[in-house]
């Protein structure tokens, strides 16, 4: 069977149902990944669980070590990666506790180690990534959300930002005049890792908050906490039924 692999984002540290077998410590050529990787199984399904800023939150997103992290999943087995992300909503269809299961990146970080293509290569490669997500995955996490009884937005563009700060009103403006309906910190050059690894990789996002200016007011981390209980609630329901 395929090994799927969850990571988890800010919101989802440890899935309460997951059972655990054993924790893997996995040393890459890339450095540590964000902490051990959990085997384990989710309601009967072998799964890996990793959560992105580690076990107890301490890596903000700029400092979370992707390579690492792609790399370890995919030596443990993985060959599918659900990508749990927490997000801004842009768009009028992207309000906070929403789920959106997003077709396209937009790349604005900078600075970040973005390949694995850097050393000792005999020669230079060019990954395709026309389409950022892995399609089937994507429409599995669709259908599992029908089943859930779950509202699951299929589609938009998801800009990743350098964070940790949260954006400007005139960047949010800039981002959704270039086609962004989500903003989010880590979703790349995750999906791109991942791809250069061919791993099958789909995010879904849990709106945290109105992105900055969508809405009136200061964005408080009060707000994204209590609007991502309830999203990463639905989350786990989507995931039973997956
Ligand atoms: N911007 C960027 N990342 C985020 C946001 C946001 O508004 N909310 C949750 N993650």
């Not at 988890?8 to 149902?17: V, Y």
């Not at 994507?138 to 259908?143: C, I």
């Not at 009884?149 to 981002?175: C, F, H, K």
Request: charged share 20%.
């Amino acid at each position: 069977m395929t090994q799927l692999a969850v990571i988890g984002g800010t919101g989802l540290a440890s899935p309460e149902l997951l059972q655990v077998h054993a924790q893997e410590n996995v040393h890459t050529p890339f450095g540590e990944p964000s902490g051990p990787i959990t085997r384990g199984t989710l309601f009967g399904q072998e799964v890996l669980f990793l959560p992105r800023h580690g076990y107890g939150h301490h890596l903000p997103p700029h400092r979370v070590n992707y390579r690492a992290n792609i790399w370890a999943l995919h030596e443990l087995g993985a060959r599918e990666v659900i990508a749990v992300a927490a997000v801004g909503g842009i768009t009028a269809a992207m309000e906070p506790g929403v789920l959106a299961v997003p077709d396209q990146i937009i790349d604005y970080t900078w600075g970040r180690t973005s390949t694995f293509f850097v050393d000792d290569l005999d020669h230079v490669t060019h990954i395709d990534f026309t389409e950022p997500y892995c399609e089937a995955l994507r429409q599995r996490l669709l259908q599992a959300a029908a089943r859930a009884g779950v509202e699951m937005v299929d589609g938009g563009t998801y800009g990743a930002t350098q964070g940790p700060r949260l954006e400007s009103r005139a960047e949010i403006q800039r981002m959704q005049r270039d086609g962004c309906d989500l903003v989010g910190m880590t979703g790349m050059p995750e999906a791109a890792l991942a791809r250069e690894l061919s791993l099958c990789y789909a995010s879904c996002a849990v709106v945290a908050n109105w992105a900055a200016g969508k809405a009136e007011g200061e964005i408080t981390m009060a707000e994204i906490e209590t609007n991502l209980k309830g999203g990463m609630a639905d989350l786990g329901r989507v995931l039973v039924a997956l």
